[in-house]
Each structure stands twice: as C-alpha cells, then as structure tokens.
C-alpha cells in the first residue's frame, strides 16, 4: 500500500524553526520525484519544495516564498522526505503535505498525498 | 511566480456540465503539457484528476476531462454531482522549473 506519513508540525514562535518528516511506503522513493505543498487557514493550495528521484541538490526547487529559508532533504536508507523550516513567519501557518510526483521529473502531477501536517507560527 | 488565475467559484445543477478556467502565461500553461488538477473536498487530502493537460489517472471517472489553448487551460465536469462539490485546483510546471498553483475554485451543485 503506498502511503505518505507526515509528522513534525507543531507550534513555535516568529522567528524559530521546525523540521517536518514525511515517511513513505509501498513504492521505490528513488524513483519518484516528491514534493511539499501547503494550505494556509482559508486559502488556497501553494506548492513549496520539489526533490527530484535523483538527489543531486542542484536539481531541487524551491518557491520564492520560502527560497533560502527552507531546505527539503532525504535520507534515502529511511525512505523519507524532510523539510527543514528556518525564519518562520506568521505567514508559514499552514497544513503542510508531502506528496509524489507521478515521475522522477517535475510534473507536476501529485499523485499520492499525505494527510498532512499543522505548523502553527505565533507568540 | 504569481498563481494561475481561476475563477473563484463555479456552479451547476446535477446532471449539467461546468467548466473551470485556468489561466496562466507563456512561461509557464503556454509553455509546458505539465497541467494538471486537483480535487479537495473539506476536510480531506487533495486528488489528482487530470495530469498532463488532458489524461486521467485510473479511477477517476470520465466525468472529468481537460484541454489547453494558448495560456488557458480548462477542467470540465459532465453529469455533475452532488459528491463533485469541492474546490479545484489547476497546477503547471513553470520555464524556473517549479510548480504554480491557480487560486483555486469552489464547485457548487445546486
């Protein structure tokens, strides 16, 4: 069974950090391409992070929002997706999800999500 | 990157068929076959209904179809339904190599 297991999220202050984990299963994560997407309370969907199915850094996107502030990662023997999360902003409160790329490219077709994981930035 | 412009909300009666726009630029719907959609209902995790402008993943019903002309991509919904209501998303690669998602658009069933 694929899945995509979020955790990580959680409350912390203006100005302080948080990594987020996204575990997965059921597939070979180094074939895929994956991806953070968030939510913020009503609003819409916006994509953050991409890491490609090979793991060269150079590869990796990010949005201008969150560029040199945030940093995705893998360890590959654990089969898991990461989003370090630095500077954080009221802004950042948002549902964060990891999702698969249906390729190893950027498609942009997210085919498999995870239920998500809360940040809360506030004092 | 500025999101991609949808409408913000899109209504039909069951059984009528609805149409959503996506509209983006040259650097980015214009440019790539990379669109897709997704559907979010509340309170649940978003699903992929349309990759690559215009092909379903398996399981999604042929309800749903996509097409692009120019800067302008569309979802249309046929038969409408009452589980179809949920906010829809457009997505496209972009010439930077990262992902745009429209605004989003909230589909009503009368």
């Known amino acids: 069974q694929v899945q995509l297991v979020e955790s990580g999220g959680g409350v912390v202050q203006p100005g302080g950090s948080l990594r987020l984990s996204c575990a997965t299963s059921g597939f070979s994560f180094s074939t895929h391409g994956m991806h953070w997407v968030r939510q913020a309370p009503g609003k819409g969907l916006e994509w953050m992070a991409f890491?490609?199915?090979?793991?060269?850094?150079?590869?990796?996107a990010y949005a201008d929002s969150v560029k040199g502030r945030f940093t995705a990662s893998t360890d590959s023997s654990k089969n898991t997706l990461y989003l370090q999360m630095n500077s954080l902003t009221t802004e950042d409160t948002a549902v964060y999800y990891c999702?698969?790329?249906?390729?190893?490219?950027?498609?942009?077709?997210?085919?498999?999500w995870g239920q998500g994981t809360m940040v809360t930035v506030s004092s | 990157q500025s999101a991609l412009t949808q409408p913000a909300s899109v209504s039909g009666s069951p059984g009528q068929s609805i149409t959503i726009s996506c509209t983006g630029t040259?650097?980015?719907?214009?440019?790539?076959?990379?669109v897709s959609w997704y559907q979010h209902p509340p309170g649940k995790v978003p699903k992929l209904i349309i990759y690559?402008?215009?092909n379903r993943p398996s399981g999604v019903s042929n309800r749903f179809s996509g097409s692009k002309s120019g800067n302008t991509a569309s979802l249309t919904i046929s038969g409408l339904q009452a589980e179809d209501e949920a906010d829809y998303y457009c997505?496209?690669?972009?010439?930077?190599?990262?992902?745009?998602f429209g605004g989003g658009t909230k589909v009503t069933v009368l």
């Open positions: 890491r490609p199915n090979h793991e060269s850094a150079e590869y990796y």
């Open positions: 999702a698969r790329d249906r390729y190893g490219g950027n498609s942009g077709g997210l085919d498999i």
């Open positions: 040259s650097s980015d719907v214009g440019a790539f076959k990379y």
């Open positions: 690559e402008v215009n």
């Open positions: 997505t496209s690669y972009t010439r930077r190599s990262t992902l745009v």
